[in-house]
């Protein structure tokens, strides 16, 4: 700074002893080999004056083989201005000229000198940035900001983040810069407007944010401090999976930085308030080079309106992991702690909190209690609570969950009952852990007396009557798939329904699939077509699907067959209408003794037995029957007495979806017309 106050005056001398009426064509050179100032330091500095005789104006020229400005980042080499020098009445020397440099070419360049001091401007287009630096001892140098374009201070950015550059918007700021022992001094009030940034790999960015307040900071040589007061008001921002939107009205965003070593960053008194919706204080290590940025923090927030922050904050957090469009709302409360990029303990205080899934795939009401989750060796107990839930068009009541956490992860720590359709789903275990390769999560449990017409009405099937019970003893996910053991057993239709091999892949996710193999045995078959309103047909009926493949809850895979068996006392009979059914869902026809004129002639039939089987894959079912025909086909309804009448399906591959419109058609009553 010295240097800079004796340059300045003795050019300051040179002019004024100069006067403005010189003798004579005179030329003043003055050459310094290092020129140093509070922001920057110029070698090979030369500064020539050239002054006509008898003219009102001099040439002024000033060349430095480099400028560094190294704690700003910026450096130009062969730098070159000239401009014309004048001393107008006021007594002040002004000079403005274009400046040439490399890295700085295309900006225009005026000082000023007079009795107070030096200030130099430099702009380009609508941006201007001005510094003044006063004569006086121990005064600050003042930088002044006006619609300056972000970009320009590229540099600047790049020195406490590497891999960061701004992408738009200007900035308008007053500050001040003070040079000691200890470093560079600078700080003032800020006006953002519209800015954008990013990082290289595009983890980190922002768009459009508009705010004011001040920066406070220290630049050395080692390292570099900030403190940060600001009011934001609109924008959007990226941090790895969370984005958000900024809303109009304030937020409050306040932090000391202090850089350590490269990239890294200690952030003390941090504090983010959005006033009613989302607020954060505590203390963090950021690393901008290390993938998972946050290495360290100590964290609360409250989240006193759930709805409002989700859908600023936290929406594509849930969708990255297959949750868009989540209904949330209640309030929430909790603290976080990090240490080396891998969360420690995770506090949940939650009242009245609701999340209900857009797809509907799930949802809960009600939520409260406490969830403590821990990484270390001391566990931490907790309790959640709803008034009602559902899975899967699933009806849970109300129920509690006492759970331990600790560094295996999360455990129930006593059996749960909770009661689901008339019946109830008894949870005797669950284990729950985040594992590096994905979440993990194991239990068993068990259905007793669940109503199945309940069941098959929330599935949008046709109410059957009876109940379901089963065992699943042991229920496993892991990398986006659920497994269970054992199986599911329904009492329905005076028969008995076997599920087993049930698994399920992304059942959160979009498209999920559901595997699984059923056996039917002894169904009454009366009161089953009844119920699909497929006619009538008594008797018993046996059956399988096994390979069954739904994928987004559409059937794309399966080996299906049904038929009947006999039983000692139960009559076999079949319907007019039922005929007819089967007839059309086999493509075929009538045979064996009566004509299609004469099949309205009766109201029922006897049969011997009656068999259909579909093997679904590519779109396409291969159909069969009890027995191939005789005259080609297959046999679906194997007639037996007097009226007789046999039902032949003649096309063995059918379109799913023509098969589907086929079983609607029969279970909606459309019958097929006879000529």
Not at 328 to 333: A, L, Y
Request: net charge negative.
């Amino acid at each position: 700074m010295n240097r800079c106050r004796q340059a300045c005056k003795f050019l300051f001398c040179v002019l004024m002893l100069t006067g403005i009426t010189p003798s004579g064509a005179r030329t003043w050179v003055l050459d310094v080999d290092r020129l140093a100032t509070p922001v920057a330091r110029l070698d090979g500095f030369a500064v020539t004056l050239h002054w006509p005789e008898g003219a009102e104006a001099g040439a002024l020229s000033l060349k430095a083989t480099s400028l560094d400005a190294g704690e700003l980042g910026y450096r130009w080499r062969d730098l070159v201005w000239r401009c014309e020098l004048r001393r107008p009445a006021s007594g002040a020397w002004q000079c403005a000229g274009g400046i040439r440099a490399r890295g700085a070419s295309g900006m225009a360049l005026s000082a000023r000198l007079d009795s107070a001091g030096l200030t130099v401007e430099a702009s380009e287009g609508q941006g201007r940035i001005a510094l003044r630096q006063s004569r006086e001892s121990g005064a600050p140098t003042r930088v002044e900001l006006a619609r300056l374009p972000a970009t320009w201070l590229a540099p600047l950015l790049a020195q406490a983040w590497q891999d960061g550059r701004p992408t738009g918007g200007s900035i308008d700021a007053d500050w001040r810069i003070e040079q000691s022992d200890a470093g560079i001094g600078l700080g003032g009030p800020v006006s953002l407007n519209g800015i954008g940034l990013d990082s290289r790999d595009g983890s980190i960015a922002a768009e459009g944010v508009t705010a004011t307040g001040r920066i406070q900071g220290q630049l050395t040589d080692t390292a570099t401090s900030l403190e940060l007061d600001f009011t934001l008001a609109g924008g959007e921002f990226l941090l790895g999976p969370l984005y958000a939107q900024l809303p109009s009205t304030p937020v409050q965003i306040g932090a000391r930085l202090t850089s350590g070593s490269a990239g890294q960053w200690h952030v003390d008194a941090l504090r983010w308030r959005d006033p009613g919706v989302f607020d954060v204080e505590g203390q963090a290590v950021i690393d901008t080079h290390a993938s998972q940025f946050l290495r360290d923090a100590d964290l609360q927030f409250s989240v006193a309106a759930l709805g409002a922050a989700h859908a600023r904050y936290f929406d594509s957090v849930a969708a990255s992991i297959g949750l868009a469009d989540l209904g949330t709302g209640g309030n929430v409360r909790g603290g976080l702690s990090v240490r080396a990029g891998t969360w420690q303990s995770l506090d949940l205080g939650l009242d009245s909190v609701r999340v209900a899934d857009g797809s509907g795939r799930f949802g809960i009401e009600g939520l409260s209690g406490a969830l403590r989750l821990r990484r270390g060796e001391t566990g931490a107990d907790s309790e959640l609570s709803w008034h009602s839930a559902h899975v899967h068009g699933l009806t849970l009541g109300a129920a509690s969950l006492p759970l331990r956490s600790d560094r295996t992860g999360v455990s129930l720590r006593a059996p749960v009952t909770v009661p689901m359709l008339g019946g109830t789903v008894r949870l005797a275990a669950l284990h729950y852990a985040l594992q590096q390769e994905g979440a993990w999560l194991e239990m068993a449990l068990s259905l007793e007396a669940v109503n199945l017409g309940e069941l098959t009405g929330s599935l949008g099937w046709p109410a059957f009557e009876g109940t379901i019970s089963g065992e699943l003893p042991g229920v496993r996910y892991a990398g986006n798939r659920l497994d269970f053991d054992g199986g599911l057993s329904a009492r329905v239709f005076d028969g008995q329904v076997r599920v087993s091999q049930l698994s399920m892949e992304r059942p959160f996710g979009t498209a999920p699939m559901l595997a699984a193999s059923v056996e039917f045995s002894g169904l009454d078959l009366q009161p089953l077509t009844s119920a699909f309103g497929f006619g009538e047909i008594t008797g018993r009926l046996d059956g399988h699907v096994r390979g069954l493949r739904l994928l987004d809850w559409e059937p794309v895979a399966f080996d299906a067959a049904f038929h009947t068996v006999k039983r000692s006392g139960e009559r076999q009979r079949i319907s007019q209408r039922a005929v007819r059914e089967l007839t059309e869902v086999g493509g075929g026809g009538i045979a064996a003794g009566l004509q299609a004129q004469m099949l309205k002639a009766f109201s029922s039939f006897g049969y011997d037995r009656i068999g259909l089987s579909c093997v679904l894959a590519n779109n396409v079912c291969t159909m069969g029957g009890v027995a191939p025909a005789d005259n080609g086909g297959y046999l679906i309804v194997d007639g037996s007495g007097l009226p007789r009448v046999n039902v032949i399906g003649h096309q063995a591959r059918v379109d799913w979806p023509v098969l589907v419109a086929r079983l609607k058609a029969a279970t909606e009553g459309q019958m097929p017309v006879f000529d």
